[in-house]
DNA sequence: GCCAACGTTGGC
DNA sequence: GCCAACGTTGGC
C-alpha cells in the first residue's frame, strides 16, 4: 500500500468540490507532466491513500485525505478539443496521459501550511518540499505520512 | 544531440 | 505581480 499526495489548485478544483462530487468520488484528470503520469499510471493502486494539497492560494498547505478507487486509465480531456487539458498529440490509439480515480475520505483536523512542513527535520527529505520540485503528484513514505497524521493535533 | 527560447508551476 | 526552477519545443 502506498501513499500520495496530490496538489490541486485551490480555485480550480478543491477538496470541498472533491466532497460535494457523486459517492464523494471524481477522476483526477489533468496532469500533463510525465513523471507525474508515470505514477498515475503505474504505481497507483486502489487503496492507496493520498493526501489532498491546495496550491497556488495564500495559505498552501495540506487539508484532507483521500483514497485511490480506481487505478490508471487514459484521461479523456486529452481528447476532447474543447478542455483546457487537450493535448492535440495525445492519440486515443496510443494515449499519453493518464489519471486515477479519488474518494473523499475526510479534510484533515486543521490545514497544514507548507510554512510548517519545512520547520520538521523529519519531513525534510519529502519530495514536495525539495527544491524546484513542482510535481503535482508526489509520493509520501509510510513514516512521513504517520508523522503528518501527528501533526493534525498539534 | 545540443541548447536557446519559451511556457508553466507555484511560493512568496 | 514577481521570479526561480524546471519541462518542452524546435532549429541547427
Known sequence: MNYWLMKSELNSF???DLQRMPEQTDHWDG?????????????MKVGDLAFFYHSSCEVPGIVGLMRV?????????????HSAYYDPKSDANKPRWYMVDVQYIRHTKRLIP?????????LARMPLLQKGNRLSILPVSSEQWQYLLGLENA
Open 14 to 16: 478543491s477538496i470541498d
Open 31 to 43: 496532469v500533463r507532466n510525465y513523471q507525474a503520469r508515470n505514477m498515475l499510471r503505474d504505481q
Open 69 to 81: 478507487v480506481q487505478e490508471g486509465y487514459p484521461d479523456s480531456t486529452a481528447f476532447d478539443p
Open 114 to 122: 507548507l510554512a510548517e512542513l519545512k520547520k520538521h527535520p523529519a
